[in-house]
């Protein structure tokens, strides 16, 4: 069988890499396909927080405690890649509303069985030495969460499917599905070349509706163009700062961790308000800013600065929900927010339902369910 995935991203790639391995019945041939390069889009410039910390689904949450085993296992076969940082994370509050729902966070997620406390001052300088926290902060530690540095983690994956025989396509983008009948038989590239496929897995992230629609398929997701859009944040990257922070922190106001290159990743959910493409260079390196000031409030040894300001676009379905199965004969459809927690996970099950065999896993999550309704 002939396999197109079209995208490269942390999802794309992980689902090229585990269809590659000897044990998953892979494909005669399969080739991926990425406008630029593995990891370049979303997947190399969000946070990337892998998680399992919010408890209002049970079942979806279970879902995400799956996906972490599966990072680790997957990381464990690379070797403690150091684009894989299993460093914990740490979050409080200061406010006594916001302490009343950070506690019984806590209690919801330890009576799910998820690794979560509350810890002491003490314990948290312990951690984090550098970290400047208010005496009266309520503070919560879940040690098994984890970050990747996601664009090393998909160029990784996908480099280790070429070396099994993958073709990666790079640099050409997906610009319609190929149909013939309610079929989808492939793909055209932005070059004029049609790729044939007996089956095309769309893996393209935030650009998945404007090419599923080139056949008439619909995707129920937040339109990251339209004013007040979720879909779009900043994420900035420091210069170097080598040793002010282990590991991922949440403090009111700004969230941490440190970046591939020894600076820190910063990000702030305030800040990402008229945060659409029409946002000015000037109003994203105000952003930047703001988040520095933050930075430096939060570690006050921290003396780097701003040396990059990205625009992050997250393919949000509309119901919080991944998009996951067949749409039409011929076409799978892979999509999610939480993609760099869920990746490896969903590749494995992906598989297995390429295969022949259905995942009761993905049932709840397929693209053609019911209108959306509101996360919990």
Avoid at 175 to 180: S, Y
């Amino acid at each position: 069988m002939r396999v197109l995935v079209v995208g490269a991203g942390i999802i794309g790639a992980a689902l090229a890499d585990r269809l590659t391995r000897p044990a998953s019945g892979a494909p005669a041939r399969l080739t991926v396909v990425e406008g630029e390069g593995p990891g370049a889009g979303t997947s190399g410039t969000s946070y990337a927080w892998i998680n399992a910390n919010d408890p209002a689904d049970p079942a979806y949450h279970r879902f995400r405690t799956a996906a972490m085993s599966t990072w680790r296992d997957l990381a464990a076969g690379f070797g403690d890649p150091a684009w894989y940082r299993p460093s914990g994370n740490i979050m409080w509050a200061t406010a006594d509303e916001t302490k009343e729902r950070l506690a019984d966070r806590v209690a919801r997620l330890s009576g799910l069985g998820y690794a979560a406390d509350l810890i002491t001052s003490d314990r948290l300088h312990e951690l984090e030495p550098h970290v400047a926290v208010p005496p009266d902060a309520l503070v919560a530690h879940y040690p098994d969460e984890a970050y990747v540095h996601g664009g090393p983690a998909a160029r990784a994956l996908a480099r280790r499917a070429r070396e099994h025989g993958a073709d990666v396509v790079t640099g050409h983008r997906a610009v319609r599905l190929n149909t013939d009948g309610d079929r989808v038989t492939g793909i055209r590239l932005d070059d004029g070349r049609d790729l044939d496929a007996d089956l095309t897995v769309c893996a393209a992230g935030r650009h998945s509706p404007a090419l599923l629609a080139t056949a008439g398929v619909p995707l129920p997701m937040v339109d990251p163009s339209e004013p007040g859009s979720a879909a779009p944040c900043l994420v900035a990257t420091t210069s170097p700062a080598q040793g002010v922070l282990n590991g991922l922190v949440h403090a009111p106001g700004l969230s941490a961790r440190p970046a591939e290159a020894g600076g820190l990743v910063l990000e702030a959910d305030d800040l990402d308000a008229g945060i659409d493409e029409s946002a000015s260079p000037a109003l994203i390196r105000q952003v930047g800013g703001e988040l520095l000031a933050r930075a430096r409030a939060l570690i006050p040894a921290l003396a780097a600065n701003i040396s990059d300001v990205r625009r992050c676009v997250r393919p949000l379905p509309t119901d919080g929900y991944p998009l996951i199965g067949f749409q039409r004969p011929g076409l799978y459809t892979a999509v999610t927010h939480s993609g760099i927690t869920l990746a490896p996970h969903l590749a494995a099950l992906i598989a297995q339902e390429l295969a022949g065999r259905p995942s009761p896993a993905l049932a709840p999550y397929r693209p053609n369910r019911p209108p959306p309704h509101p996360r919990p």
